[in-house]
């Protein structure tokens, strides 16, 4: 079945710094990720859409400049939170399907990244 | 915006017993999906129904769908403590390319052994 490998599973950085988090499809290719951030005891809300070789998609009120996202392969979208503040402390997750079947058989979640900034 | 409103957003039962859950939307839909999530992990895609299907079946769990009152529901029949997790529901919009899901608030069920 459809892997997706998230990396790190949990993560502390220090204020200021930036933490890059990895998706990776391991046995099929995407063209598109998702990225996620859910807030405890909440539901998933949608940050912005990882396109393969062109700029992201972000949803409105998510600073792009902030929450860098590359899509550099077929199989790997990477998720850089720059200058990280304590608010910026959430469950990350990203998702992706191999082309056209996300509506057909849903989706695959990685694992998700506790992010802790202090 | 929120698109799917699960309810009850908690449910305890106990093991054995079935579950219902319930899923409301707004706008029209491709199809709707349901995911299950373990406390602190990534969600499990459960089962898809589409917007020409009222009912589908996947070994204990049962999904129907009501396109006129937009509604879906998930019904786990004989549950077990290992039922216990968060379920979401997420309606997809779009045909063919991979589109955005727009996801419920979600219920937290307890199965009690």
Known sequence: ????SQHPSWVICKSGTSVKIECRSLDFQATTMFWYRQFPKQ???????SNEGSK??????????????????????TLTVTS??????SFYICSAAAPGQGGWRGYTFGSGTRLTVV | SQQGEEDPQALSIQEGENATMN????????????????SGRGLVHLILIRSNEREKHS???RV??????????????ASRAADTASYFCAT????????KLTFGKGITLSVRP
């Open chain 1, 1 to 4: 079945g459809a892997v997706v």
């Open chain 1, 43 to 49: 539901s998933l809300m949608l940050m912005a859409t």
């Open chain 1, 56 to 77: 992201a998609t972000y949803e409105q009120g998510v600073e792009k400049d902030k929450f860098l996202i590359n899509h550099a392969s077929l199989t790997l979208s």
């Open chain 1, 84 to 89: 990280a503040h304590p608010e910026d402390s």
């Open chain 2, 23 to 38: 899923c409301s939307y707004k706008t029209s839909i491709n199809n709707l999906q349901w995911y299950r999530q373990n």
């Open chain 2, 59 to 61: 070994g204990r769990l």
């Open chain 2, 64 to 77: 129907t769908l009501d396109t006129s009152k937009k509604s879906s529901s998930l019904l786990i029949t």
């Open chain 2, 92 to 99: 997809d919009p779009d045909t063919g390319a991979n589109s």
